[in-house]
């Protein structure tokens, strides 16, 4: 079945950076899209990055766009969010996501989630 | 404030059938599927609903999904305690080229 397992969540100073990582497995990663998604402790979900199944498309949230990368290691079948210039405001729980079958954009909806990787960004 | 408008909250009876809005506009509902996920007190989303209106495996046929113009809606028939959940929609943005989310309706079972 498949399984994502997030790590790298910490508390972080504002203007600092972080790098979150997803295992993946139960499924061929290198065929499928991947997502980040976040949600702010008592708030609702919100978007915020997919990368297409061959790494040729890389979409973002206007909140993090131009501080935070997605990427991802096929030969370890992992996921990554780079974040920099972190904001007080990106503090929440980011979840890792699997998109569909050689998907791109509008046709990778998430159909599994991972546990959650808490970040809190606090001086 | 999100791109997708969903009330807040919403309550029902066991028993009972209970429907929940999403309102969008032709950028993202108008010419995409829509998405519905369910996240339980405490754990992450699980898929409900995709492509407007199927049912993943495992989903129970009490859950079903519809949309017409630039609104969707999610109902659930024969209410349960353990649908008391947040319940949120989701589709792509033509515009922002990007995933958006509803803000969420929290589902309370009296």
């Known amino acids: 079945q498949v399984q994502l397992v997030e790590s790298g969540g910490d508390v972080v100073q504002p203007g600092k950076s972080l790098r979150l990582s997803c295992a993946a497995s139960g499924f061929t990663f290198s065929s499928y899209g991947m997502h980040w998604v976040r949600q702010a402790p008592g708030k609702g979900l919100e978007w915020v990055a997919l990368?297409?199944?061959?790494?040729?498309?890389?979409y973002y949230a206007d909140s993090v766009k131009g501080r935070f990368t997605i990427s991802s290691d096929n030969s370890k079948n992992t996921l990554y969010l780079h974040m920099n210039s972190l904001r007080a405001e990106d503090t929440a729980i980011y979840y890792c996501a699997k998109g569909g079958f050689y998907c791109s954009g509008f046709s990778c909806y998430v159909d599994d989630w991972g546990q959650g990787t808490l970040v809190t960004v606090s001086s | 404030q999100s791109v997708l408008s969903q009330p807040p909250s919403a309550s029902g009876t066991p028993g009972q059938r209970v429907t929940i809005s999403c309102s969008g506009s032709?950028?993202?509902?108008?010419?995409?599927?829509v998405y519905w996920y369910q996240q339980l007190p405490g754990t992450a989303p699980k898929l409900l609903i995709y492509?407007?209106?199927q049912r993943p495996s495992g989903v129970p046929d009490r859950f079903s999904g519809s949309k017409s113009g630039t609104s969707a809606s999610l109902a659930i028939n024969g209410l349960r305690s353990e649908d008391e959940a947040d319940y949120y929609c989701a589709t792509w943005d033509d515009s922002l080229s990007g995933w958006v989310f509803g803000g969420g309706t929290k589902l309370t079972v009296l």
């Open positions: 032709s950028s993202n509902i108008g010419t995409n599927y």
């Open positions: 492509r407007n209106n």
């Open positions: 990368i297409s199944f061959d790494g040729s498309n890389k």
